[in-house]
């Protein structure tokens, strides 16, 4: 067992309530757990056994830098040409299983924690030699390479390597595992885990310039998205787009971890898609 919830997938019966917690709204979107069935799961060119459940995409208007895949690859399964786009970067954060990893011939085995940034132009390879399914998340951007950087180089890391930084004057209730330097600015965008324990809050609104996606990977909580409080569980996504206001109190029993992305370190476009410019 870990603590990392993965989706079971299948059919909830004929007999269940059709009412839910789902939601989408002009600055947010909550995927509870429950919508993680089989008739919304899809398939990838150049994969086997594989099968995903694609909950953030590009979209105008709303969150516009990332996508996010939760990825369930059976025994055998994988691909050898799995990333399309030569500008795209990439985050592997398994939940359950394992999964061997080649990035530009240099071979990785993960398992539930595992972590690996994949930048551009890698050539990477992925596969479950295993004899049960695997499960992890893929999150994918578009690098904005910048002057005088170079991309960052892939690195591969786990959970259990990284210890949490307290944010200030929390006494250890709201940390962060950052598994990329917040310092290098060659990154354009951190997936991190965030970690409150029971009682621990986000003291105020946050309202800022980066989307999120956030997944609940252990515990409950209410979040405050815009002008709503929403219970969350393991297993539940929200999707949040620039400046919607947000904050959280921590209201389990156990700590209550998310799987957090936010795009960083970039100026704010002013030509092209969302922009005026031309």
Not at 71 to 95: R, W
Not at 157 to 170: H, L, Y
Request: hydrophobic content about 35%; glycine content about 12%; aromatic content about 12%.
């Amino acid at each position: 067992m870990t603590p990392y919830h993965a989706p079971p997938g299948g059919l909830p019966p004929q007999t269940s309530l059709m009412t839910g917690r789902a939601i989408f709204t002009e600055a947010y979107c909550v995927i509870p757990k429950g919508c993680f069935s089989d008739i919304v799961t899809s398939a990838l060119p150049g994969w086997t056994d594989t099968r995903l459940w694609m909950i953030a995409r590009p979209m105008s208007g709303f969150a516009e830098t990332f996508s996010q895949y939760v990825m369930e690859v059976g025994p055998g399964g994988g691909s050898d040409v799995p990333e399309p786009d030569p500008v795209a970067e990439g985050v592997i954060f398994v939940t359950k299983g394992e999964i061997w990893l080649s990035l530009d011939g240099e071979e990785h085995d993960l398992g539930p924690g595992g972590y690996a940034y994949i930048p551009p132009g890698t050539d990477w390879k992925i596969r479950n030699g295993t004899d049960h399914t695997a499960h992890f998340h893929w999150i994918r951007k578009l690098y904005e390479y910048a002057a005088g950087l170079a991309a960052p180089k892939a690195f591969v890391t786990s959970d259990r390597e990284i210890t949490p930084v307290a944010m200030p004057d929390t006494g250890g209730r709201w940390a962060t595992t950052r598994f990329a330097d917040p310092e290098d600015l060659a990154h354009d965008m951190h997936v991190n885990i965030v970690t409150f324990q029971p009682g621990g809050v986000i003291p105020f609104e946050e309202t800022h310039v980066m989307e999120h996606g956030l997944y609940v990977l252990e515990g409950k909580a209410v979040y405050k998205l815009n002008q709503d409080w929403v219970e969350v569980e393991a297993g539940d996504f929200m999707w949040l787009r620039a400046y919607c206001p947000q904050a959280c109190y921590a209201a389990g029993p156990g700590p209550f971890r998310y799987l957090l992305y936010k795009d960083v370190n970039r100026h704010a476009k002013l030509r092209g898609p969302g922009a005026f410019g031309r």
